[in-house]
């Protein structure tokens, strides 16, 4: 029978070997000791850590079992069984920034499950109207020239049609990948700035779904960012 201390040093241990782990990117076998942390003292420190740490390796970007659902889950356990603990804030907005990376995650399912609704996307760059979105990509890959082109027609028609048309087209430009100055901040922003300009616009609503999807992508960015802060923390 383990004493109070073997068992606290046995604990401590686990901790430091998970941790070790972990910094050498070996997130399965750091998981086990996680657990045995867990297994070991369910209801005080450092289990509150473990089950932390156990979140954000679920989260990871280079764990090839990344679920962000069971990540998740880990974080709202931590929070459930230890409502006092120092970490209970910053997992709060993990949960907010994983459930919207899930929410984008079947965003694009939905897309690609529904040939209709992109083929229904794609007929937006097959108008013959001189600022035809498709063109840009098309024309010797121009992209600057066609930019050029669209800032005329907005210039020209600051206020009516087809100045929406060709501030929406920028916005895609600027969203687009082949873009090399892509640029997702500002592709929101003209999206914006065309449903300010042209609330009656037949493009609002979709410039509403860009913004929406653009935004998504960047919080998954920045959720990519912190999650590698996070490593580089556990490496110290």
């Keep these: 029978m383990l004493s109070n201390f073997e068992k606290r040093m046995e604990i401590t241990d686990h901790m430091r070997m998970g941790d070790r782990i972990l910094s050498e990117g070996d997130t399965e076998q750091s998981l086990k000791e996680y657990?045995?942390?867990?297994?070991?003292?369910?209801?005080?420190s450092p289990a509150d850590r473990a089950l932390f740490n156990i979140g954000l390796i679920y989260a990871h970007y280079e764990n090839p079992h990344k679920d962000y659902g069971t990540s998740i889950s880990f974080f709202k356990r931590m929070m459930d069984e230890f409502p006092k603990s120092h970490?209970?804030?910053?997992?709060?907005?993990?949960?907010d920034v994983l459930?919207?990376?899930?929410?984008?995650?079947?965003?694009?399912?939905?897309?690609?499950?529904?040939k209709k609704k992109l083929e229904g996307k794609l007929e937006i760059f097959k108008e013959k109207d001189r600022i035809n979105a498709s063109n840009i990509?098309?024309?010797?890959?121009?992209?600057?020239?066609?930019?050029a082109e669209?800032?005329?027609t907005v210039s020209k028609f600051p206020h009516d049609p087809p100045g929406d048309r060709a501030l929406f087209n920028i916005a895609l430009i600027y969203a687009h990948y082949d873009n090399p100055h892509k640029d997702y901040t500002t592709s929101i922003?003209?999206?914006k700035r065309m449903i300010d300009e042209f609330p009656k616009s037949t493009l609002v609503e979709e410039a509403k779904v860009w913004i929406g999807v653009l935004q998504v992508i960047e919080k998954m960015k920045r959720v990519d960012i912190e999650?590698?802060?996070?490593?580089?923390e556990l490496e110290k």
Excluded: C, M, R
Aim: hydrophobic share 40%; proline share 2%; aromatic share 8%.
């Design 35 to 44: 657990q045995k942390v867990i297994s070991l003292s369910p209801h005080a």
């Design 137 to 147: 990509f098309l024309n010797n890959g121009d992209i600057s020239q066609s930019l």
């Design 150 to 152: 669209y800032q005329k």
């Design 87 to 95: 970490l209970v804030t910053e997992a709060t907005v993990w949960i």
């Design 189 to 191: 922003s003209l999206f």
């Design 99 to 114: 459930q919207g990376a899930e929410k984008s995650k079947q965003f694009n399912l939905s897309l690609l499950n529904d």
């Design 227 to 232: 999650i590698e802060k996070k490593k580089k």
